[in-house]
């Protein structure tokens, strides 16, 4: 049993194509959401995306420090709620 367990865990994410040992999560459960999963939710280009940023107008972003941003889900959320009418 135990080898069963631990060939399983080497088998994570090499069925779908992700990286290898890494099991991938659906977006709508992780707590972080890519500029593109934001774009495609909002059904929004990504220009409009870095636009509405520049403006100060998007989500808070968290910026990695390989350049790449985040969006929490729950600032979405919250972003999305202020603005109702």
């Known amino acids: 049993m135990r080898a069963r367990v631990i060939r399983g865990v080497q088998d994570i994410g090499k069925s779908r194509g992700g990286r290898r040992g890494m099991a991938e999560s659906p977006p709508a459960r992780r707590g972080y959401l890519t500029v593109e999963e934001v774009c495609a939710e909002l059904r929004i280009a990504r220009s409009t995306f870095y636009e509405w ?21 729950g600032d979405l959320d919250r972003w999305l709620d202020g603005l109702s009418e």
């Open 53 to 73: 940023r520049t403006a100060r107008k998007a989500p808070p972003c968290i910026k990695l420090p390989n350049g790449g941003l985040r969006v929490r889900r």
